[in-house]
């Protein structure tokens, strides 16, 4: 197939890309750069031995869009481009909305001008919102969210389900992604956000190559087993092969489906710590902080309906996750 992927110069999008070019299909990158580098396309090709198509183009440019449409006959998109730091979200909740709305819009615009019918979702456990009891469950009521950033999730998932509604022969798989971390076992390709990251792993990874000075862990008197914060951490190379089995899955289907992307298993900040350690021999400096604003105690997902109607299931471990995020953020930062 002939694949836009939105995004696709970025920490989740390029391993898409590699598992994409891996299985034979065609990856075309849409990607503004704005927060990510342009040698990734070639580190894509140091993998792979094929090099992506590249524009660099904002996805709210819809004649960029057309263009991109005429050039190639595109048969499925996955949509990873957007705006995605919480905090930031709060603050400039304009610029979210702005952005990660417009840029579906567009997208949906020049897909029906365009005849394309199939539309990857990359959506977040965030949807799952403040009140549901975990694992969370596909069929739980997912409209809530605690930012900007997640309302964005929420309203696109709904946005999407409508536009299914009036054209039944779409299909539209939204991908509830839990915490990615990990990075591509050449090395070549991680989690490199711009300025001090916000999430925790790519935190580590700059704590352990001694450019930061010590991780804070953000609360530990939480209601759980250490009081640190439980999440469902899996390996990105997992989630990128489960891009890969929706679009199988979407080939022959229409409708829209929600399905999370987790391991099912919870664990701690200060499980992943010691993780760290073990995986790298290491002893990563760390203070225990205040809690920060809207985190939640503990979630994890279901991850039943994935294998049953994907055929997916997280297969790396957790010391996977920290020596191949440990060997990449060693490399990036030299
Ligand atoms: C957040 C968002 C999620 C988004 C994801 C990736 C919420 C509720 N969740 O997930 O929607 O998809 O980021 O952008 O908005 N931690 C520390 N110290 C740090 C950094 C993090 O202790 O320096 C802790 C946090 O308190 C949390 C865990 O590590 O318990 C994971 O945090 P993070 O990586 O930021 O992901 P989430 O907040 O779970």
Not at 15 to 41: M, Q, Y
Not at 185 to 195: R, T
Not at 259 to 272: A, K
Not at 310 to 325: F, I, Y
């Amino acid at each position: 197939m002939n694949v836009l992927v939105t995004g696709g110069a970025g920490y989740i999008g390029s391993h898409t890309v590699v598992e994409l070019i891996n299985a034979g299909h065609n990856a075309i990158i849409v990607d503004d750069l704005s927060n990510a580098k342009a040698d990734v396309v070639d580190r894509i090709q140091t993998i792979t031995g094929t090099r992506p198509v590249f524009y660099e183009l904002d996805c709210k440019n819809i004649d960029g869009l057309r263009s991109v449409f005429s050039a190639h006959k595109i048969d499925a998109i996955i949509h990873f481009a957007a705006f995605k730091a919480v905090g930031e979200s709060v603050k400039k909740p304009l610029q979210y909305y702005r952005n990660n709305l417009d840029s579906t819009f567009a997208l949906l615009e020049v897909m029906e001008e365009f005849g394309c019918k199939k539309f990857i979702f990359s959506s977040s456990a965030t949807v799952y919102g403040p009140n549901n009891p975990h694992p969370y469950k596909e069929e739980m009521p997912a409209i809530q969210s605690s930012s900007p950033y997640g309302w964005t999730k929420v309203m696109i998932e709904r946005i999407l389900t409508d536009y299914v509604t009036a054209h039944p022969d779409f299909c539209a798989v939204l991908l509830r992604y839990f915490n990615p971390i990990g990075a591509h076992e050449s090395g070549l390709l991680g989690d490199d956000p711009n300025g001090i990251p916000n999430n925790l792993m790519p935190y580590i990874g700059r704590v352990a190559a001694g450019q930061l000075e010590k991780l804070t862990i953000f609360g530990g008197d939480y209601p759980t087993p250490d009081g640190t914060c439980q999440r469902d951490y899996l390996h990105v190379v997992d989630l990128a092969v489960g891009h890969l089995k929706a679009l199988e899955f979407a080939k022959d289907r229409e409708g829209a489906e929600a399905i999370n992307l987790g391991t099912g298993n919870g664990i701690s900040v200060l499980e992943l710590v010691n993780a760290f350690n073990k995986a790298n021999d290491m002893d990563l400096p760390y203070v225990i902080g205040p809690r920060r604003d809207g985190d939640l105690p503990a979630f994890w997902a279901d991850a039943e309906k994935a294998k049953n109607l994907l055929g997916w299931e997280a297969t790396h471990t957790v010391e996977d996750m920290c020596r191949s995020a440990w060997q990449f953020a060693k490399n990036a930062g030299k």
